[in-house]
């Protein structure tokens, strides 16, 4: 049985016949580490590598559910789902149903990080740059059929 929920009033995990949910560790990184605790809003709470908060308390924006890989020699995009979803990095807990609205911030907008927005460029170049490349390439093909034939 997976371990259990350490945010107030969860009870994920606690019973054998409840579904089991994903859980996860607190993360080692020491900003996102006091992120995740200020957010669980628990009094004098150390959490020890026991503890763990489940997956109901991220929205489903903050998982990896799918890796990618650029093939070179192809040129194309491949994605893979993965077996278990995995938080993105950065990820804080925001949703406390159990709890009183105000302890959650799931409605509230996220302010986009710098290290979000030079991603998102990153990744709008890296799109780019592909289109191109598809494109160069298909060019390429069709010079090559046209000249086979011309001869």
């Keep these: 049985m997976p371990s259990a929920c350490c945010v107030p009033n969860c009870k994920s995990n606690y019973t054998k016949n409840s579904p089991n949910i ?3 560790s ?3 990184d020491e ?3 006091r992120a995740w605790i200020s957010a669980i809003k ?3 709470f150390v959490p020890t590598k026991y503890s ?3 997956a109901k308390h991220f929205p489903e924006n903050q998982f990896l559910t799918v890796r990618e890989a650029f093939n070179t020699s192809t040129g194309e995009l491949i994605q893979v789902p993965m077996e278990y979803k995995r938080l993105v990095p950065g990820a804080v807990p925001s949703i406390f149903p159990n709890l009183p609205s105000y302890f959650s911030s799931e ?3 996220r302010r986009e990080t710098p290290m979000d927005r030079a991603t998102c460029k990153d990744m709008e170049n890296l799109k780019a740059a592909l289109n191109s490349s598809f494109q160069d390439i298909a060019k390429k ?3 090559e059929k046209i000249k086979l034939f011309l001869i």
């Design 22 to 24: 994903s859980v996860f």
């Design 26 to 28: 607190f993360p080692r």
């Design 31 to 33: 900003n996102t580490r």
């Design 42 to 44: 628990r009094d004098n």
């Design 52 to 54: 763990k908060v489940c």
């Design 107 to 109: 409605s509230k907008a």
């Design 141 to 143: 093909e069709e010079l």
